[in-house]
Structure formats: C-alpha cells, structure tokens
C-alpha cells in the first residue's frame, strides 16, 4: 500500500483528499494539522475569527463535496445559524457568511470524508495539534 502525507488539513488537504478517494485505489494516508481541529482551515477557525467576520467566498464558488454549503447550511438547526446572525430563511447561494460558519462546513465535509476512506480500506491517521 503506497503511503501518502497531507499536510495540513484546510480547504486544499480535504480536496486533496477527496481526489485521492476518487481513484479508488487505497492509500495509507497520514494526514498532519496544527491546529486542534482537523478540516476547520486557519483562515475559517473560531480561534482565529469572530462571529462577524465574513468569508470572501459565496456558496456558489466552492466546489461541492457531498453536498453544498447552501445545502449543509439549510440542514442547519435555526437557532445555530442565529448564533452567527444568520437567518434561515434568507440563506442563498451567493450570500457572504461568518467564516467560522464556513470552517464547520469544512470540518464536517472532512470527517465524512475520513469516514468513506476507511470504508474503501484507506489506512488513515489523523495527527492533530501537531
């Protein structure tokens, strides 16, 4: 089994990641994030932004990975989306987000993908605050 090691586990390691599930061929994959939370991204963490902080980025610009961020935003409890000043009702693809909303995405889409890797016999290992 060829071994592989990502490097950081924002936005560019999940798409790594992500391409490298698509091929179907399974991996050992060690994946290494500095942070405490694998798959947030630096630029998305709580420990790096607040609430009011926007990302620059709109649903319709990221490339979906099992679902959109509009979707996953619509899947939303109302009263989480409130804590960032967000209404449900209003959610559109082109709207401007918190960024901590859009590291949650994120982290959510990786660890599905974590999940699916090993299904198909991936070896992964996910080192955190390293």
């Given at each position: 089994?060829?071994?592989?090691?990502?490097?950081?586990?924002?936005p560019?390691?999940i798409?790594?990641?992500?391409?490298l599930?698509?091929q179907q061929?399974?991996?050992?994959?060690?994946?290494?994030?500095?942070?405490?939370?694998a798959?947030?991204?630096?630029?998305?963490?709580?420990?790096?932004?607040?609430?009011?902080?926007?990302?620059?980025?709109?649903?319709?610009e990221i490339p979906p990975?099992y679902?959109?961020?509009l979707?996953?935003?619509?899947?939303q409890?109302?009263?989480?989306l409130?804590?960032?000043?967000v209404k449900?009702e209003?959610?559109?693809?082109?709207?401007?987000?918190?960024?901590?909303?859009?590291?949650?995405?994120?982290?959510?889409q990786?660890?599905?993908?974590?999940?699916?890797?090993?299904?198909?016999?991936?070896?992964v290992?996910?080192?955190?605050?390293?």
């Amino acid at each position: 089994m060829k071994k592989i090691a990502i490097v950081g586990a924002g936005p560019t390691g999940i798409y790594t990641l992500f391409s490298l599930l698509q091929q179907q061929t399974p991996l050992s994959i060690s994946i290494f994030e500095q942070a405490d939370e694998a798959g947030v991204g630096m630029p998305y963490s709580d420990e790096e932004n607040s609430k009011m902080m926007l990302a620059n980025i709109a649903s319709i610009e990221i490339p979906p990975i099992y679902c959109t961020y509009l979707e996953w935003l619509q899947k939303q409890e109302a009263s989480h989306l409130q804590r960032y000043g967000v209404k449900k009702e209003t959610l559109h693809d082109r709207q401007f987000l918190p960024r901590i909303l859009l590291g949650e995405y994120f982290r959510d889409q990786f660890l599905r993908l974590v999940d699916q890797a090993r299904q198909q016999k991936f070896a992964v290992a996910v080192y955190e605050s390293c």
